[in-house]
């Protein structure tokens, strides 16, 4: 059973509230939105596959309508608890971990905005718009949150990055936007996600280096450590064009992050839950800047290097849909 200090992430509902109940829409774990984050960054990986490698243009297109489909599904379904069950809702939203999750509608949205731009510029804007407007509302309400004090250093936990993430996620799909403010907006979102990414990955590496370990269901959300820097060179060569000397230091910082965590969260001792998929956006992230990476500076390492994180991340999130679905169909998937 968890404890205040340790929040169960694949409930994502307060320790203060019951473990075990029967299986419902009240139970639904708002951490599940980030399975649209990754398969929406994957089907955008493959999408830039397809133009650089030559892979087949369907694939990309298929992940990217599967992906809408799940979100579709999610959205309705978290609707249906935010209706029936009020108190579930706000309980999570207080959480100081899971509350952090809801920044994962967040990028799930911006990211279907940019698998939806080649069908309907109009309804990209208005998702882009919707996710931009709701990235700068979170981003208030985190900071506010942590300057009110007192917070148990305990809970820094890596999901506390994932607002700061979402707000860089503003520029990475905002850059191409066609309206004359969008410039500014990116810039804003820019700064904003950079300063708020960094002071957060600050709190959260100390309490990992000053602490006790990260408990089992948590230990997945360990690669959102790669968001900051994968997600930052590709807001930052989206804005200033170009792969110059400070993108190469995100990209290989980013790459080294991730060599350094994978083989702490890719264990078999570390069990399935929903919370898994907190991995599959920052490996999306790291795919997709390999591959911009690659397409820039050219050579065979890395291109390899970045074929290999491809199909890293195709089998991880296959793995994770298989698995998922199978937690929905025994019924654990809602069960408290």
Same mark, same amino acid.
């Given at each position: 059973m968890s404890s205040p200090s340790t929040p169960r992430l694949s409930s994502a509902v307060p320790p203060a509230l019951p473990l075990k109940h029967?299986?419902?829409?009240?139970?639904?774990?708002?951490?599940?939105?980030?399975?649209?984050?990754?398969?929406?960054?994957?089907?955008?990986?493959?999408?830039?596959?397809?133009?650089?490698?030559?892979?087949?243009?369907?694939?990309?297109?298929?992940?990217?309508?599967?992906?809408?489909?799940?979100?579709?599904?999610?959205?309705?379904?978290y609707l249906a608890k935010l209706a029936w069950h009020p108190d579930a809702v706000a309980a999570e939203f207080r959480h100081p971990v899971a509350g952090n999750f809801f920044a994962t509608i967040v990028i799930a949205l911006l990211l279907l905005s940019a698998v939806l731009q080649p069908y309907g510029g109009a309804v990209a804007v208005a998702v882009w718009t919707l996710g931009a407007v709701a990235a700068f509302v979170l981003s208030g309400v985190v900071m506010s949150r942590l300057l009110r004090g007192a917070i148990d250093a305990k809970l820094a936990v890596p999901a506390w990055v994932i607002p700061g993430v979402a707000t860089l996620d503003i520029a990475v799909t905002g850059a191409q936007m066609?309206?004359?403010?969008?410039?500014?907006?990116?810039?804003?979102?820019?700064?904003?996600?950079?300063? &708020?990414? =960094? @002071? #957060?990955?600050?709190? +959260?590496?100390? $309490?990992? *280096?000053?602490?006790? !370990?990260?408990?089992?269901?948590?230990?997945?959300?360990?690669?959102?450590?790669?968001?900051?820097?994968?997600?930052?060179?590709?807001?930052?060569?989206?804005?200033?064009?170009?792969?110059?000397?400070?993108?190469?230091?995100?990209?290989?910082?980013?790459?080294? &992050?991730? =060599? @350094? #965590?994978?083989?702490? +969260?890719?264990? $078999?001792? *570390?069990?399935?839950? !929903?919370?898994w998929w907190a991995i599959g956006f920052p490996l999306a992230a790291l795919s997709n800047a390999a591959l911009h990476y690659a397409a820039v500076r050219g050579g065979w390492p890395l291109q390899a290097i970045a074929l290999a994180l491809l199909a890293f991340l195709t089998v991880v999130l296959a793995v994770l849909t298989v698995r998922t679905l199978r937690f929905a169909i025994d019924g654990r998937l809602l069960a408290g």
């Open positions: 029967p299986p419902g829409v009240r139970h639904l774990p708002v951490n599940l939105f980030a399975s649209v984050m990754g398969l929406s960054g994957l089907a955008l990986a493959w999408r830039q596959a397809a133009g650089q490698f030559g892979a087949p243009p369907v694939i990309g297109e298929a992940i990217g309508a599967f992906a809408l489909i799940v979100f579709g599904v999610l959205a309705l379904a066609p309206m004359p403010w969008a410039a500014e907006l990116n810039w804003a979102a820019m700064a904003l996600g950079t300063v &708020i990414a =960094l @002071v #957060l990955l600050v709190l +959260v590496l100390s $309490r990992l *280096v000053h602490h006790e !370990p990260l408990v089992g269901a948590m230990v997945p959300s360990l690669l959102v450590l790669v968001g900051p820097f994968a997600v930052g060179f590709l807001a930052y060569t989206a804005m200033t064009g170009a792969v110059d000397r400070f993108a190469s230091m995100l990209f290989y910082f980013a790459l080294f &992050i991730f =060599l @350094v #965590l994978a083989p702490k +969260v890719f264990r $078999r001792d *570390v069990p399935f839950a !929903p919370a």
